[in-house]
């Protein structure tokens, strides 16, 4: 039966080449869509899920209440990690690890060889929570003291040329963190492996957290977030039981001047599912999967939807062969049974090329989606190529088969094709769900493009272009003499210290007090920590007062606000002002215009700029177009200041587009889907048009013996799907609407969705459906009237 089927397929797709061609070309595109988005989705979903207590791993996240407004922090006590496992059945183990701020950076020196890194301060138990693969040393003792350092085997390399030197040497480690710098010795006690590009635990090498709890008490305090805590719990752990008593606990042991809501999330799903508004988990990296996921299944639902098309565009010619078979005998059954195995081997030949399409295009789709994802056929996606196998092959082969399976063997042989105004809704239906998707897409596209790029030229109240970014270097003891020598350099305009990354918009303090604050009021400002001529340099502007400057002998207890502090403060005069910050008085000597700190993700809140005189982060202004010397000179004399150490630069415009890399990365992805899922409606609608142009073959002849224009046949031809596309574009506006005003709301600052949107999406519709049918239908309109009607 099977092969007999498979004689059957072959002979009719060697009998309407034009539709089996279609078929391929629609079906593999599809697949292909579908292929690229689930690699890329297996991924994203694979990130952190390769520790051996993946299940059982979980972080405990704050909610802070302050002035009716929640904000959500993945920051706890150090000491948390030290004493959960003693006040809680539930808990197997924990371990902690520095804050974002506390991330210590280091310069790691043996003999005349220096290594600059980023690392860890940890918990001793680090290893055996964390299940990275140690290559060196053993997870129970590996840090079991403050003057031992795991290395990664790429840093070992570095240092003594391979891994296995590295056991028992001793390092000079000369670090800094946002608060503080120091020294230490310290011997490699163990060599980890180059983790996994899966991970969202970066790091070149780990220390004891005893050494940050030394360079500033209060990281050993309860009051004091300087590490993010995780858990492994037992398991059948009642989560919402266990969030009641971690929170109480927790309360207990901070100093009660805030209000915080503690509770667990599993580890592994914070890359997908991080970002908290008001205290509820909203968008996030899951948005897009599920985007992408959706996208797939409409470009191969289309695809399947231009088979039934097409399939039932040759109804007619089917007709007398599925009536003789059943005058022969044959069942229903056993015709479903071959117009689906006809769909199956369609579909096989069309994997084949579809597999074919994604080997050819994967680099491509790797460098666009910034991964290294492979199509090696392992288990799961042998189960995903499976799955797509079969059910597009019931999806696009099972209309087709029921329907003609259906036909009456009387009729048929007659030639009276079988009418049915279900069918005529659905084929109508199924076309007009594509032109509604093509729209959708349409918009989507136009909507995501506009907002990327308004994110990237809209005004920041401050000027990013032609800003040069370093770190100070080891050499925090000389900075005069290095801002004095930069300073001298030609084509510097300007240059600035700042504590800290000015794009990463997370510095924030509080417990300020002003003249006539309500003394109830707790209110959390955003609190860059910024030197002299970081605010020139940046091109902010000044509505009042003044700017730091070595002028004045005094500005260690200055402080500048932006716009919407004032405001909040209701200060008419500010300048003079006096603020209480604990047991200190700062006064305000200007008032800067609101500018963004950070991404436009947030808007801009209530800010107060400290003061620091040199911060480790500089900033330089150089003129346009002198780069390549500017940098040259710039290098010598950090070199000169850092001998041993790579100038290691980023200009702050990249920096700041790369803060929208993944909405980029979704703007290109969905350009290239979006526009693959349209030409493959097209396909469909060219398959259509052949449909209607058949069943109205004598109309046409007819008409046309009657004197009717070849230009009235075409408009009359594809007048119908001009209609669809208005029926379609009726239900895609709002649908658009409301998905694009969705993805927007996850912007502080977002485009306004004009009208014209939605009008260019169902214009370019129209004109592309036009154009589509357009030749079908003048074909049809050109043909001899002789040749349909001379079978009457």
């Known amino acids: 039966m099977l092969r007999h089927n498979l004689k059957i397929a072959i002979r009719g797709f060697k009998k309407y080449k034009s539709s089996f061609i279609i078929n391929i070309i629609g079906l593999s595109a599809g697949m292909a869509c579908v292929l690229f988005i689930s690699l890329w989705v297996s991924d994203e979903m694979s990130v952190d899920k390769f520790h051996d207590n993946e299940g059982q791993l979980y972080q405990v996240i704050s909610n802070l209440t302050m002035n009716d407004e929640i904000i959500t922090l993945d920051d706890s006590p150090i000491l948390l990690a030290e004493t959960i496992t003693e006040e809680f059945p539930e808990v197997v183990s924990a371990t902690s690890v520095n804050s974002d701020f ?12 220096n290594q600059v890194a980023k690392g860890l301060f940890t918990a001793p138990n680090f290893f055996e929570v964390f299940t990275f693969d140690l290559l060196i040393g053993n997870q129970s003792d590996v840090l079991d003291n403050k003057h031992k350092v795991v290395i990664s085997e790429d840093l070992a390399r570095r240092l003594f040329k391979t891994e296995e030197n590295a056991l028992g040497k001793t390092l000079n480690w000369n670090y800094k963190w946002t608060d503080g710098n120091g020294e230490e010795t310290l011997i490699v006690s163990g060599v980890f492996k180059t983790l996994p590009i899966n991970s969202t635990l970066q790091f070149e090498y780990v220390v004891h957290s005893d050494l940050l709890i030394d360079a500033d008490r209060w990281a050993g305090d309860w009051s004091g977030h300087y590490a993010k805590s995780f858990l492994v719990l037992k398991e059948g752990t009642n989560i919402s039981d266990f969030n009641k008593k971690i929170a109480n606990y927790l309360n207990t042991k901070r100093d009660g001047k805030f209000k915080f809501t503690s509770f667990v999330q599993k580890f592994s799903d914070r890359y997908l599912n991080q970002p908290y508004e008001n205290g509820v988990q909203v968008g996030g990296r899951i948005v897009y999967i599920r985007l992408f996921i959706i996208i797939a299944l409409f470009t191969l639902l289309i695809a399947c939807i231009n088979f039934m098309n097409l399939s039932t565009a040759q109804a007619t010619r089917k007709m007398k062969e599925v009536g003789v078979k059943k005058t022969l005998g044959a069942n229903r059954r056993s015709l479903i049974y071959q117009y689906l195995s006809e769909a199956i081997i369609l579909v096989l030949l ?257 800010l107060i700029i400290r003061f620091r005189p040199y911060g480790n982060n500089v900033m330089v202004r150089i003129t346009s177009g002198t780069e390549r010397e500017t940098l040259s000179k710039m290098e010598s004399i950090y070199t000169k200041f850092n001998p041993g150490y790579a100038f290691d630069y980023t200009f702050l415009d990249s920096d700041y587009n790369n803060l929208y890399e993944a909405e980029t990365k979704v703007a290109d992805l969905s350009d290239f ?36 224009s070849v230009f009235g046949i075409v408009k009359m031809l594809s007048g119908e799907f001009g209609k669809m596309v208005v029926i379609a574009s009726l239900i895609a506006f709002p649908l658009g609407y409301w998905l694009c005003s969705s993805w927007l709301s996850n912007f502080g600052y977002a485009i306004e969705l004009k009208w014209w949107f939605f009008g260019l999406a169902g214009f370019a519709t129209l004109l592309i459906a036009m154009l589509t049918v357009g030749w079908q239908c003048f074909r049809a309109a050109t043909e001899n009237p002789i040749n349909a009607l001379k079978t009457e």
């Open 350 to 606: 069309s994997l084949a090329v579809a597999i074919v399409l994604v080997i050819l295009f994967l680099p491509n789709f790797n460098a666009i989606t910034d991964k290294n994802i492979g199509l090696n056929f392992d288990v799961n996606q042998i189960l995903v190529i499976i799955t797509i196998v079969l059910v597009t092959g019931f999806l696009a082969g099972s209309y087709p088969a029921f329907r003609l399976s259906a036909f009456k063997p009387v009729e048929v042989l007659k030639g009276n094709a079988p009418k049915s105004i279900w069918e005529f809704f659905i084929r109508k239906g199924l076309v007009v769900f594509q032109f509604t998707i093509s729209i959708i897409f349409i918009i989507g596209i136009l909507v995501i493009n506009k907002q990327v790029d308004y994110m990237q030229t809209k005004n920041l109240g401050y000027n990013k272009e032609n800003v040069i970014q370093f770190e100070i270097g080891s050499n925090n003891e000389k900075p005069e003499a290095l801002f004095s020598e930069l300073k001298n350099i030609p084509n510097v305009k300007s240059l600035g210290f700042m504590n800290g990354d000015f794009l990463d918009g997370s510095d924030n303090n509080s417990g300020w007090s002003w003249p006539g604050k309500d003394a109830q009021e707790n209110i959390v400002f955003q609190s860059p920590r910024m030197g002299y001529g970081a605010i020139e340099t940046l091109g902010m502007e000044l509505v009042a007062g003044r700017t730091f400057s070595k002028e004045f002998n005094d500005d260690y207890d200055k402080i500048i606000l932006n716009e919407s502090a004032l405001k909040l403060m209701g200060l008419e005069n500010p300048v003079g002002t006096l603020l209480q910050k604990g047991e200190h008085k700062q006064e305000i000597v200007g008032v800067v215009k609101d500018f963004q700190y950070g991404s436009l993700h947030k808007k801009v809140e209530p």
């Open 673 to 708: 889907f979006a526009a693959l899922a349209i030409i493959i409606s097209c396909l469909g609608l060219f398959g259509l048009a052949a449909f209607t142009a058949e069943r109205k073959a004598k109309e046409i002849g007819i008409r046309k013996i009657l004197g009717s």
């Open 102 to 113: 506390a991330t210590p950076e280091g310069v790691f020196s043996y003999e005349d060889n």
